[in-house]
């Protein structure tokens, strides 16, 4: 699961982060309503095919939460979103529901509760999900989904997980342009160094392993920009 956490008090936010990723999810922390904003539509382009919630603090500075959550319902960002507040009435719950919100808890609140609130909306929200395809085929080159296993003319491939990972990704998206920060942050986690060079190692590796010695080339670098996984003409 990836939670999104949008919380400008930082001992909050740094509990939630320690307490998700502990249960095994995957966390990035926003400080602010803009971040927030443009972080969640990103997500929404990205993501939309994972678990994906958005944890959102009703008292942002600057901004109201509420006001933050209308303006990503209005920009079509369909993510759950679960307002976390100290604003307990009826009037406030009403409020950010009406705003938007899938859900709504009031701080201080079990930590329990919040995972099982979470685990309720990705629940939800997975029935919207399309199913993904048990295998992908691009070409000669075929990924079962549920045994992770590659082959390419019939050949088996022996690839590691990151390289699975990273196959998988391209292989989704056949002829779609992926940049290395998208790469990064779906292969590797949001939390990345930007800076690294590795996305480029593994696109070798696995270069060598789908195409070499093997026609058409089917994984394609764009100078600056990232790579694809194109199928023939």
């Given amino acids: 699961m990836h939670v999104l956490v949008i919380e400008d008090d930082r001992r909050v936010s740094d509990f939630l982060s320690r307490g998700l990723r502990a249960e095994g999810h995957q966390v990035e922390v926003c400080?602010?309503?803009a971040t927030g904003l443009q972080r969640a539509c990103a997500w929404a382009s990205d993501m939309a095919d994972q678990a994906s919630v958005v944890l959102l603090d009703r008292m942002l500075p600057g901004t109201d939460g509420a006001a933050l959550c209308s303006a990503l319902r209005?920009?079509?960002?369909?993510?759950?979103?679960?307002?976390l507040t100290a604003l307990g009435s009826t009037d406030d719950?009403?409020?950010?529901?009406?705003?938007?919100?899938?859900?709504?808890?009031?701080?201080?609140?079990?930590?329990?509760?919040?995972?099982?609130?979470?685990?309720?909306l990705a629940r939800r929200s997975r029935t919207t999900l399309q199913a993904p395809d048990p295998v992908l085929q691009i070409a000669d080159l075929v990924l079962h989904r549920?045994?992770?296993?590659?082959?390419?003319?019939?050949?088996?491939?022996?690839?590691?997980?990151?390289e699975l990972?990273?196959?998988?990704?391209?292989?989704?998206?056949?002829?779609?342009?992926?940049?290395?920060?998208?790469?990064?942050s779906r292969v590797w986690g949001a939390h990345a160094d930007p800076l690294t060079n590795v996305v480029d190692v593994y696109i070798r590796r696995l270069r060598v392993?789908?195409?070499?010695?093997?026609?058409?080339p089917l994984i394609h670098t764009v100078r600056g920009l990232g790579y694809r996984l194109e199928?023939?003409?």
Avoid at 109 to 120: K, N, T, V
Avoid at 209 to 216: A, L, Q
């Fill in 146 to 162: 549920d045994t992770m296993r590659v082959t390419r003319a019939g050949q088996p491939l022996n690839l590691t997980a990151r």
């Fill in 74 to 83: 209005e920009r079509g960002v369909t993510l759950p979103i679960l307002m």
């Fill in 165 to 184: 990972a990273l196959l998988e990704l391209l292989m989704s998206s056949p002829g779609k342009l992926l940049s290395r920060e998208r790469i990064l």
């Fill in 209 to 216: 392993k789908v195409d070499e010695g093997r026609e058409p």
């Fill in 231 to 233: 199928p023939p003409a």
């Fill in 31 to 33: 400080h602010d309503a």
């Fill in 93 to 120: 719950k009403v409020h950010g529901l009406r705003a938007g919100a899938d859900d709504y808890l009031v701080k201080p609140f079990a930590f329990d509760e919040l995972l099982a609130r979470i685990e309720a």
